[in-house]
């Protein structure tokens, strides 16, 4: 037995039949419900399937799967952007009875190789000619690769979704009912390549159990139904766009696209007006430092008005979560703090949002309260690919932010004497593909995940993440700061996107910022200065900007965790330079490597002015 503390576990799970499989799951949902399944943006006009078209299409690809050859258990890859084609792909090659192989879109040509050749993938979808192309360069060093599919055109090399679709034509219907009712909840579904933060990714066996219990964990806390519609447009290869997708369809729900422009998802949220948005972080901050600039570029009324708003706004959602009435006088002010400040907040996320949902990274608990202030819940959860992104979870029942949660229905929580978090649960992967001893190292003997995290649990269940084991900074006179907290904070603010600290064996800590292209942009125009980013990095006035946001930031941090000094970047870090993961978060050691003469010129500044 593992030796922990402070354990927390989650309610029973709910009884009720659920299918074996998530094959069956979709062929189910298909025969059971008659609204709108998916939404989408095609040639510049909306489309929809229906429920009754999903389990067509989706049986149609299926037989053409099954004409090619795919056999139960073998590997089927999606190199592709999130659209309404990576989602039929999905169903179809678990109806096939195949196990789904996600691939980043972003990922370049090497990455992608690695994914395929690794996972012994028989066949890959393709979203588009450029990831046909990056599958043909690197095509030779995957030797099980026998066939490509592309969604558009078909490319050279490839065959296109209608030619699928012909070859299918051949294989009796029964087949794809046969193929789905011959798998069970202990196989395999989908192999889940991790993001690689520290090191080459490793696959991640999700079972059909892991992921329907992890549906039904989602189901329940949130009591998603027929009526709700979640915005799509997290990256489907990161496994809780999935599980937000199995949970909606196994309801009847609708599942509206986004149209694959970043600059268009506030706009798109206005559009569609769902019910449910997951996002990072990233796109939060994005919306406050937007909101945030527009106000302090008004007059001095407009802030104070809005001050006070958010103000009235934090009362009276606290004295609903109390269950207290308010009062004549205080209802009054929330009327019109709602109909002058509030609502137009709210209006950011469309007409029909009942919850925002976050993870993947940390988020500044400030942000999640100013939303709340203003009638938008966004509820923080916490899980690791290796738990189908679920452990614990806020919930409209029961939220306090700063937290992640309590444990979901079925999981336990518990913090090892190192204060690590371990999770344990039916969501609990089976282990890494092919690399027993990563997977010795990840699950303990009695079952519990070591996640990696550090964290605490309150003493009535609620879970909050202080940082991560191998983030950890500890300073030379042997302080061990979490940074994460302190990046999270500093990208609150609105001039700066990205942030990552720096200080390991340092008697201070230093940061190296990215501003925020938008807000920066602004920021030029009312300092009269050309809005280039190498002209902004080196700004005086920007500096003198930048230096109010990290000073107002440092005022809420102990004297240790304060940043001392910082560079600005002339450029965003990006995925495609290897700085960023696919959801966005830093891979600290590329950017502590690359960047070395920055932070060593920060504190070479640093002991020269004392």
């Known amino acids: 037995m593992t030796e922990t503390s402070h354990l927390t576990t989650g309610r029973p799970v709910d009884g009720g039949a659920m299918p074996r499989n998530l094959g069956e799951m979709v062929l189910q949902a298909a025969a059971a419900h008659r609204g709108v399944a998916l939404r989408y943006r095609r040639g510049g006009r909306m489309a929809s399937v229906s429920y009754p078209e999903l389990g067509a299409r989706v049986s149609e690809l299926a037989r053409g799967l099954i004409a090619l050859g795919i056999a139960p258990g073998d590997r089927v890859a999606i190199f592709a952007a999130t659209s309404a084609d990576w989602t039929l792909a999905d169903f179809a090659i678990l109806c096939a009875g195949g196990v789904v192989v996600p691939v980043y879109h972003t990922n370049s040509a090497d990455e992608c190789a ?8 028989r066949a890959v979808f393709c979203g588009d000619a450029g990831q046909a192309g990056r599958v043909a360069q690197i095509r030779d060093r995957c030797p099980r690769l026998e066939h490509v599919i592309s969604f558009g055109a078909a490319a050279p090399g490839a065959i296109g979704l209608a030619d699928l679709a012909r070859r299918g034509a051949e294989v009796a219907p029964e087949a794809v009912a046969e193929r789905a009712a011959g ?105 406050h430092a937007t909101v945030l600039g527009r106000v ?16 009235v706004g934090r009362q009276s959602r606290a004295a609903q979560r109390r269950g207290a009435p308010l009062g004549r006088w205080a209802a009054l002010q929330h009327q019109v703090a709602d109909r002058l400040v ?77 204060g690590e978090i371990l999770i344990r649960g039916p969501q ?9 001893d990563a997977t010795a190292a990840a699950l303990t003997d009695d079952g519990w995940l070591r996640s990696g995290d550090l964290g605490t649990i309150t003493p009535d269940g609620f879970v909050a993440i202080t940082g991560r084991k191998k983030d950890l900074i500890i300073t030379s006179s042997g302080k061990n700061i979490t940074p994460v907290n302190i990046e999270s904070a500093l990208r609150e603010t609105r001039y700066i996107s990205e942030a990552v600290v720096y200080g390991d064996g340092r008697p201070y800590l230093v940061a190296l910022l990215a501003l925020d292209r938008d807000e920066a942009g602004r920021l030029a125009t009312r300092l009269g200065i ?35 000094r910082f560079a600005i970047l002339d450029h965003d870090l990006s995925q495609a330079d290897g700085e960023l993961t696919p959801t966005l978060k830093v891979k600290r050691g590329v950017v502590y490597e690359r960047y070395r003469d920055v932070f060593a010129d920060l504190y070479d500044r640093l002991e020269a002015t004392g």
């Not at 690695?114 to 993938?121: D, G, K």
């Not at 998603?224 to 729900?253: D, K, M, N, S």
């Open 183 to 287: 798998r069970d909840r202990d196989d395999l579904a989908t192999l889940v390549y991790t993001s690689g933060t520290t090191g080459p990714p490793k696959g991640c066996m999700l079972t059909h159990g892991n992921l329907l219990e992890t549906a039904r964990m989602y189901t329940d806390e949130l009591g998603i139904g027929e009526h709700h519609v979640l915005y799509q447009f997290l990256p489907l290869a990161h496994v809780l766009a999935r599980v937000a997708q199995t949970v909606i369809i196994w309801a009847g729900g609708s599942i509206c696209f986004w149209s694959g422009d970043p600059g268009r998802i506030v706009d798109e949220l206005g559009e569609l007006a769902p019910t449910h948005f997951p996002a990072v972080p990233r796109v939060y901050e994005k919306i």
């Open 428 to 436: 609990v992967f089976r282990g890494y593909y092919g690399d027993p």
């Open 530 to 564: 050309e809005n280039a980013p190498a002209v902004l990095a080196h700004d005086p006035r920007v500096r003198a900007e930048i230096q109010r946001d990290v000073s107002a930031v440092n005022s809420r941090l102990a004297r240790i965790e304060q940043i001392k």
């Open 114 to 121: 690695y994914v395929l050749a690794h996972s012994e993938a």
């Open 296 to 311: 302090q570029d008004g007059p001095a009324v407009q802030r104070a008005l809005f001050g006070w708003a958010v103000g």
């Open 342 to 418: 509030l609502a137009r907040v709210r209006h950011a996320f469309g007409a029909g949002l009942e919850v925002g949902l976050v993870g993947a990274a940390a988020v500044a608990p400030e942000l999640l309260e100013f939303f709340d202030a203003c009638g938008v819940l966004v509820l923080e959860g916490y899980g690791l690919t290796e738990s189908c992104s679920v452990a614990t979870l806020n919930t409209p029942r029961a939220v306090r932010f700063g937290t992640v949660g309590r444990p979901l229905p079925g999981t336990e929580v518990t913090i090892a004497p190192d």
